[in-house]
């Protein structure tokens, strides 16, 4: 059983698009997570929801919208996309905010705007 | 604020090779020290972590002890594969608040 999903695997669009990226995990964990990784493999917080709460909200542009249903799913909608958004994103979870706490990866969703 | 520092990659090695990969770290509180890995095409995995001072984490051949005194978690392994081949991502925690990555370093083991 996959513990964190994303779909889709590649996304491929056009400049100006609305797209959306979904993540799922099985774990029974209270923490997800949404990262960028750029070309250069550097990692970015983007965003992190605790039981449906957004606790953090990095700097990015309000043209990326996360939405938490319920806890075990937290879904990036992106608009008006730009060519500075191509990257992969990453899904993640952790029981919680605790300072020991793992954070468990998706297998990541590679973005490609033309 | 806190930050981890890594030392730049790639770094390339012969396979059988020993390996480390330096990881310094800036702390105000006491957190806990991970090392996570990224294969080729995947997302990051656990790699190993240690929580205190002095805890040594370790986890496929990789070990990694918790230096307070040097602000350091220097990741090691005595003969490598190529099946390592991988970027390694050093992080720490301090209980609610967000992992803080350093900027991962990229392993190239030749047969």
């Known amino acids: 059983d996959t513990a964190v999903s994303q779909t889709p695997k590649y996304l491929v669009t056009q400049m100006g698009n609305d797209k959306s990226i979904k993540c799922e995990q099985n774990?029974?964990?209270?923490?997800m997570y949404w990262y960028k990784q750029d070309s250069k493999k550097f990692l970015k917080i983007m965003f992190s929801y605790n039981n449906k709460e957004l606790i953090i909200n990095e700097t990015v542009p309000n043209r990326f919208s996360p939405k938490s249903p319920d806890k075990a799913h937290l879904n990036l909608h992106i608009n008006s996309l730009e060519l500075g958004d191509s990257a992969v994103y990453f899904c993640a979870s952790s029981p919680g905010q605790g300072g020991t706490d793992t954070q468990y990866f998706g297998p990541g969703t590679r973005l490609t705007v033309l | 604020g806190d930050s981890v520092t890594q030392m730049e990659g790639p770094v390339t090695l012969s396979e059988e090779a020993f390996l480390t990969i330096n990881c310094t770290y800036t702390a105000t509180g006491y957190p806990s020290l991970f090392w996570y890995v990224q294969y080729p095409g995947e997302g990051l995995q656990l790699l190993l972590k240690?929580?205190?001072a002095d805890d040594k984490g370790s986890n496929k051949g990789f070990e990694a002890t918790y230096r307070k005194e040097t602000t350091s978690f220097h990741l090691e392994k005595g003969s490598v594969q190529v099946s390592d081949s991988a970027v390694y991502f050093c992080a720490l925690k301090e209980s609610n608040y967000q992992l803080i990555w350093g900027a991962g370093t990229k392993l190239i083991i030749k047969p």
């Open positions: 774990l029974g964990h209270d923490t």
């Open positions: 240690a929580t205190k």
